[in-house]
């Protein structure tokens, strides 16, 4: 199957990459954005990451030894750039979630679509994976992350569900916790396992708090006039990256009361508040629906 890069010109050009820049593809997944952050590159450098080993050795494939591979999450992006010794860079981009050769291959556990055991783990080398969290997790923690992490209105009844039928092994079974839940006027809506796949993959990959601490950093290492661009596929991850460049990129609001001397001024500037993909793309790849690109760029260095 072809491999489709979400707003892969988009947030290339967004980035207005400078050929003798330093770069960082948080997740190099298969490659797409990282190929072609490479052809606009001259004596530059790029930094991947991924946390899935299957898509560092098929990307090495594609790209050779040009780039830099990191087998880590994007969690330590700042530990890793000072191992390098390198202290500014002049663009990041983050492809948040899954790829779609993770959701496809049946044996990774991520689909409700395929039969598989429990796993959804990105990166194959960690422990943790979604067996241990539907099996092991006690009721309040299991509600919360459904909750939390995709706004899932049953979730106390899909939790009361997963409880009763413990141990679940496959995906098919948790499938049919979330359907014993639901009220049947729902079921037709989507599919109703969505949400509840969504949220114990956030827990099992941590991936709010990767998220969060990719940001950190990605701000503290941008170059002024260096960009970062993230692209997010729900409203949870979203919410998070608006809320973090709102913090650095918006101008706060002007209150009269207070001298303007006292209140700190953003040190970054939005580039791009929303870009959606364009009517092409949506209609040749469906996971391109959900997808948001937000850009901001450094324009002051702090302190
Ligand atoms: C949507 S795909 C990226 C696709 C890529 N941009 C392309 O064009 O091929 C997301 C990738 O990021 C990886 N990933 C997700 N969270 C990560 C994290 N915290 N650290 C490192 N890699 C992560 C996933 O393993 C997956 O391969």
Same mark, same amino acid.
């Given at each position: ?14 980035l ?15 490659a ?45 992006i ?16 983050f ?8 959701f ?6 991520f ?55 413990? /141990? ?23 599919? /109703? ?27 503290k ?29 918006? /101008? /706060?609001?002007?209150?009269p ?11 970054f ?32 260095y702090?302190?």
């Amino acid at each position: 199957m072809k491999h489709y890069s979400v707003l892969l010109n988009e947030s290339i050009e967004a980035l207005d990459i400078k050929p003798e820049g330093i770069y960082v593809d948080g997740t190099l997944g298969r490659a797409g954005h990282s190929t072609k952050i490479l052809e606009k590159l001259t004596t530059g450098t790029l930094i991947a990451f991924d946390k899935d080993t299957d898509a560092l050795e098929e990307s090495k494939k594609l790209l050779g030894v040009k780039p830099i591979l990191i087998h880590d999450s994007f969690a330590t992006i700042g530990e890793h750039l000072d191992e390098l010794g390198i202290d500014k860079v002049d663009g990041f981009l983050f492809d948040l979630g899954v790829s779609s050769p993770q959701f496809d291959d049946a044996d990774r556990g991520f689909s409700y679509r395929f039969d598989a055991k429990l796993d959804m783990r990105m990166d194959q080398t960690q422990t943790l994976s979604a067996y241990e969290v539907v099996n092991e997790y006690n009721e309040d923690k299991l509600v919360d992350i459904l909750k939390t992490y995709a706004d899932e209105r049953y979730a106390k009844g899909i939790v009361k569900a997963i409880l009763k039928h413990r /141990p679940i092994e496959t995906t098919f079974e948790l499938v049919s916790c979330v359907k014993e839940a639901y009220p049947s006027s729902q079921l037709k809506k989507g599919h /109703p396992a969505k949400k509840t796949f969504q949220a114990i993959r956030m827990e099992v990959n941590n991936e709010l708090k990767d998220i969060e601490n990719a940001l950190q950093d990605a701000i503290k290492y941008t170059k002024v006039g260096g960009r970062i661009a993230v692209i997010t596929f729900h409203s949870i991850e979203d919410r998070l990256v608006k809320q973090r460049f709102n913090e650095v990129a918006t /101008p /706060p609001k002007v209150n009269p009361r207070i001298p303007q001397i006292e209140v700190s001024q953003p040190k970054f500037k939005w580039i791009s508040k929303q870009i959606k993909p364009s009517l092409k793309e949506l209609d040749e790849n469906n996971r391109s629906h959900s997808a948001i690109l937000r850009v901001i760029e450094r324009t002051e260095y702090d302190g």
